[in-house]
């Protein structure tokens, strides 16, 4: 947590104001969901613990998640008759700072409200775990959004808020490109292998960038490599791909550690992404009452 929030505040000190202006919106709406359904869906919570039942750990879900579960603690009703936590998907990226900052700030616990956050190292991995009913939330983005809405059916989720990109300045991407690469500008990138993460917005962003900067995708070679923190390795090595695109606070390291910064897209002119906290729409739609499990937020890491 603290290398997102240390990053971000040395790129723009005003930056934690205005996030938690966007997590007061976050927690209303999370608060009037838990008041209106009693947290967690039973649905999902069932449909986790019989997961863990067959499986002692899943993709995107490391040991300690599964004996979280297996025992009854995240996905049970506690013993006084209060719901179990909201669990929120999130990737360790700028975009999720909100949640963070509630954390660090004690505004959920003030409010009576449990949620917990598990850490997923790729979008794959997250959406992996929401199919499976392992979480109640996400931090993510609308390419992503679309894809599990289109599998879940009736219990997709809905956007409640947005994290970053209400502005060009929100939510910074960069393609950087390897110390040894040689890759001096956006042109040099043709031939070159590039670093994303197939079926996300980062796929996306890659190919619009390319063909509002003249430049023919089809020139460059797509390299999938879903976790951030491996294509961060992959592109300061530089043998299986010359460049990469990564999002900030990764971005910030990896300029940091020699990479070279070819494409900035706060330097763009347009607004090219957005990053959304969705809920379940049986979260959502429930009339229940339970008041949410009060107690300290917890964080756990998926892996």
């Known amino acids: 947590m603290h290398l997102i929030t240390d990053n971000l505040e040395k790129r723009n000190p005003k930056s934690r104001s205005s996030f938690l202006c966007c997590l007061i919106l976050i927690l209303v709406v999370l608060l009037t969901a838990c008041a209106g359904s009693g947290a967690g869906t039973g649905s999902a919570a069932g449909s986790a613990k019989a997961e863990t039942d067959n499986n002692a750990a899943k993709p995107g879900q490391g040991s300690s998640a ?3 579960e297996s025992d009854g603690s995240a996905a049970e009703p506690g013993s006084d008759g209060s719901a179990e936590p909201l669990r929120i998907g999130v990737l360790k990226i700028a975009d999720s700072f909100p949640l963070y900052a509630a954390v660090e700030e004690g505004l959920f616990e003030k409010r009576g409200l449990q949620v917990e956050i ?3 190292q790729s979008a794959s991995d997250q959406s992996v775990a929401y199919e499976a009913g392992e979480l109640d939330g996400m931090m993510t983005d609308m390419i992503v959004q679309s894809l599990i809405n289109k599998a879940a059916g009736e219990d997709g989720m809905r956007a409640v ?5 209400g502005n060009p300045e929100e939510g910074r991407f960069l393609v950087v490109s390897s110390p040894s690469a040689g890759i001096d500008s956006p042109e040099d990138l043709v031939g070159k292998r590039i670093g994303i993460s197939e079926n996300t917005m980062m796929e996306y962003l890659v190919t619009r960038y390319l063909e509002d900067l003249g430049i023919d995708p089809g020139q460059t070679q797509m390299v999938n490599i879903p976790k951030l923190t491996l294509r961060l390795d992959a592109v300061m090595e530089g043998k299986d791909i010359q460049a990469a695109i990564l999002p900030d606070p990764l971005a910030i390291e990896a300029v940091e550690r020699g990479c070279g910064t070819v494409i900035d897209d706060t330097k763009l002119g347009k607004n090219y992404s957005q ?3 969705t809920l379940r729409r049986s979260i959502l739609q429930a009339s229940l009452s339970t008041p949410a499990r009060s107690g ?4 756990r890491p998926s892996t």
Do not use: R
């Open 275 to 277: 990053s959304v906290f």
């Open 118 to 120: 598990i850490e997923f």
């Open 296 to 299: 300290k937020p917890a964080t």
């Open 161 to 165: 808020a947005m994290a970053l990109g």
């Open 66 to 68: 599964a004996a979280a």
